[in-house]
């Protein structure tokens, strides 16, 4: 068994996860992350707070609408 999720980086969701694994692969039920394209686009502006990454929304935003098929 399988449970897929989308990737968290820091916070209370990030302990839970982390307290949760080993718990869930002693039942046989592994954990898996997915990092979205946004995800990726937007994680390196994320360092600190909000005002480096608006700056960058209209940059990332238009790099998503490139990549979509």
């Not at 068994?1 to 999720?5: D, E, F, G, N, S």
């Not at 394209?37 to 937007?42: K, L, N, Q, R, V």
């Given at each position: 068994?399988?449970?897929?999720?989308p990737f968290?980086t820091?916070?209370?969701?990030?302990?839970?996860?982390?307290?949760?694994?080993?718990?869930?692969?002693?039942?046989?039920?592994?954990?898996c992350e997915?990092?979205r394209?946004?995800?990726?686009?937007?994680w390196?502006?994320?360092?600190?707070?909000?005002?480096?990454?608006?700056?960058?929304?209209?940059?990332?935003?238009?790099?998503?609408?490139?990549?979509?098929?």
């Open positions: 068994m399988q449970i897929v999720t968290v820091y916070g209370p969701l990030r302990d839970w996860l982390n307290l949760a694994e080993p718990h869930l692969m002693a039942r046989g039920i592994t954990l997915n990092r394209p946004w995800d990726e686009a937007i390196p502006y994320a360092t600190a707070g909000f005002f480096k990454v608006k700056k960058q929304i209209p940059r990332i935003l238009d790099q998503m609408i490139k990549m979509d098929p």
